[in-house]
């Protein structure tokens, strides 16, 4: 029965790991993708925008 319990833990992570991996592909691309880059380029563009008007008003 050492086995059983030495094998469980690598067995339970291996099985959460495919899980992590599956929702990870799912949730790449789809119906939600251009929402999702178009925030994403937002952020980026306020953040660019602020690291620009910083140097000129100081």
Same mark, same amino acid.
Do not use: H, N
């Given at each position: 029965?050492?086995? &059983? !319990?030495?094998?469980?833990?690598?067995?339970?992570? *291996? =099985?959460?790991?495919? +899980? &992590?991996? %599956?929702?990870?592909?799912?949730?790449q +691309? $789809?119906?939600? @993708?251009? @929402?999702?880059?178009?925030? =994403?380029?937002a952020?980026?563009?306020r953040?660019? $925008? *602020? %690291?620009q008007? !910083?140097? +000129?008003?100081?």
């Amino acid at each position: 029965m050492d086995y &059983v !319990s030495a094998l469980v833990p690598p067995v339970v992570m *291996a =099985v959460f790991f495919i +899980g &992590v991996v %599956r929702v990870i592909v799912k949730t790449q +691309g $789809g119906a939600a @993708k251009a @929402k999702e880059d178009a925030a =994403v380029d937002a952020a980026l563009a306020r953040v660019e $925008g *602020a %690291r620009q008007a !910083s140097p +000129g008003d100081a």
